[in-house]
T-cell receptor, first 119, second 110 residues
Framework: GAVVSQHPSWVICKSGTSVKIECRSLDFQATTMFWYRQFPKQSLMLMAT?????????EQGVEKDKFLINHASLTLSTLTVTSAHPEDSSFYIC???????????????FGAGTRLSVL | LAKTTQPISMDSYEGQEVNITCSHN???????ITWYQQFPSQGPRFIIQGYKTKVTNEVASLFIPADRKSSTLSLPRVSLSDTAVYYCLVGPFGANNLFFGTGTRLTVIP
């Protein structure tokens, strides 16, 4: 149980284009989903938190107009990097927290991550 | 959130028991201690969580002394596949803003 799927695993795009990353909880309902960014050899940094059906809460320094988060259902959240630039190249990881049997309520379960390379 | 301090790196031979200690001197009464494992280019994987004393699951044990100012993750008989970064996180039950510190990079040597 507690499987989080993230897609795509790797994406390359041209500067100025937008990229959408999907995060799905496959076997549980995710009341809260999270998006992190991780640069090489560094730790994870929380970008934003979202609850189903409501606007995401962004961490200080994260541009909400650049990193659009949609949490339309209890099993799906998307992160869209708008007008991507080379400095946005990073490893983006989502996580989900839910409340069904087999899922520890306060634990975040992570996806495999998406490596974004902006040329 | 309580600040945590872990060793930057550790080496161990295969088959040995590995203990990774995390210091969290300003842990709050309602804080839990959670450990994650992360392999390169993958998302973190939950290992274990505890509040006090000892917790054990099929993967690891977590030892927490009475003052809760530190905790020790114990991995029995490590194998090469346990080479990863291990993160200790401290925060209230269900906290949104988990803080991943630097973690401990464990290298298991044949």
């Amino acid at each position: 149980g507690a499987v989080v799927s993230q897609h795509p695993s790797w994406v390359i795009c041209k500067s100025g284009t937008s990229v959408k990353i999907e995060c799905r909880s496959l076997d549980f309902q995710a009341t809260t989903m999270f998006w992190y960014r991780q640069f090489p050899k560094q730790s994870l940094m929380l970008m934003a938190t979202s609850n189903e059906g409501s606007k995401a809460t962004y961490e200080q320094g994260v541009e909400k107009d650049k990193f659009l988060i949609n949490h339309a259902s209890l099993t799906l959240s998307t992160l869209t990097v708008t007008s991507a630039h080379p400095e946005d190249s990073s490893f983006y990881i989502c996580s989900a927290r839910g409340s069904l049997a087999g899922v520890i309520k306060n634990i975040q379960y992570f996806g495999a991550g998406t490596r974004l390379s902006v040329l | 959130l309580a600040k945590t301090t872990q060793p930057i790196s550790m080496d161990s031979y295969e088959g040995q028991e590995v203990n990774i200690t995390c210091s969290h001197n300003n842990i709050a009464t309602n804080d839990y201690i959670t450990w994650y494992q992360q392999f390169p280019s993958q998302g973190p994987r939950f290992i274990i969580q505890g509040y006090k004393t000892k917790v054990t699951n099929e993967v690891a044990s977590l030892f927490i002394p009475a003052d809760r100012k530190s905790s020790t993750l114990s991995l029995p008989r490590v194998s090469l596949s346990d080479t990863a970064v291990y993160y200790c996180l401290v925060g209230p039950f269900g906290a949104n803003n988990l803080f991943f510190g630097t973690g401990t990079r464990l290298t298991v040597i044949p």
